[in-house]
């Protein structure tokens, strides 16, 4: 859970190079990668993946549309507030139950796997897979220092933002993920700095590791040994997935991007989630 450009795809690689994980993107545009015959992060087609091709065996193609929509409806930022005064109609609720565990099921049968790491973000879908069954949902919600977000969108990105809009786009995804994750799901919920993760690597992956019952050993083993980080087979994902490989590498080019004035008005304008964080000036 988090704002984007705040390190949930490089995270969720580093996570899934563990013996027990398997990362799998973005699995709120699942639906919509098949229906719109997307491509995997490998470049081959979803549905001809070699990773994906069994695991959506059981699905009807003709229903992929039918599909999106319900998990859209039960996934979307506009479903976040129906699912604080549980407004869905039964039949959807149950629907997507079935159809998203089915989901995770045949992934989980297919890899032997035990854990899935999903990099969505969205909290309406860490809302609506709270209402699966059968699984243990925990969620990481990521933060970052606005700055860095700032700077990440004004890149060329698939989806770029002005300043202004990064600074409200930020605010917004925050302060609902702090209030989601401190009264809806606070029990399985931890939240970790991005910046924190990245210059304290080992003391972020122990909290990590206790929080999901997991040893990385072999994931710390790769950031001593400077190794690379497959990027598999995911969902979605944003310019990270054009690369086949990532590396455990810290930028704050943020610092050197922006003056001091334009650095201290973004941090004023961020204010609540800075402090809250407990980010410096
Ligand atoms: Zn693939």
Known sequence: MGAGRS??????TF?????????????????????????????????????????????????????????????SHFSILKHFVNSFSNSNNI????????????IFLDTQKSILVDSSKYIGRALALNRLKNIDLKIIYVVRDVRGVISSFSKNVQTPKSPISSIIYYLLVNLVSEFVSRFFLNRKTIKIRYEDLMQEPYQILEKIELFLK???????QKIKKENSFKIGHIVGGNRIKEKKHIFFKYQDRWRFNYSFLQRLVFYICAFPIMFLNKYKI
């Open 214 to 220: 997991a040893d990385f050993n072999d994931i710390k």
């Open 7 to 12: 390190g949930t795809t490089a995270l969720a």
């Open 95 to 106: 629907k997507y139950q079935e159809l998203h565990k089915s989901v995770l099921d045949s």
């Open 15 to 75: 996570l899934g190079s563990n013996k027990k994980i398997q990362n799998v993107g973005e699995m709120h545009q699942f639906f919509k990668y098949l229906e719109e015959n997307k491509k995997c992060s490998c470049g081959e087609y979803l549905q001809k993946c070699e990773f994906w091709k069994n695991k959506i065996n059981h699905l009807k193609k003709d229903s992929f549309s039918k599909n999106r929509t319900l998990s859209e409806k039960m996934e």
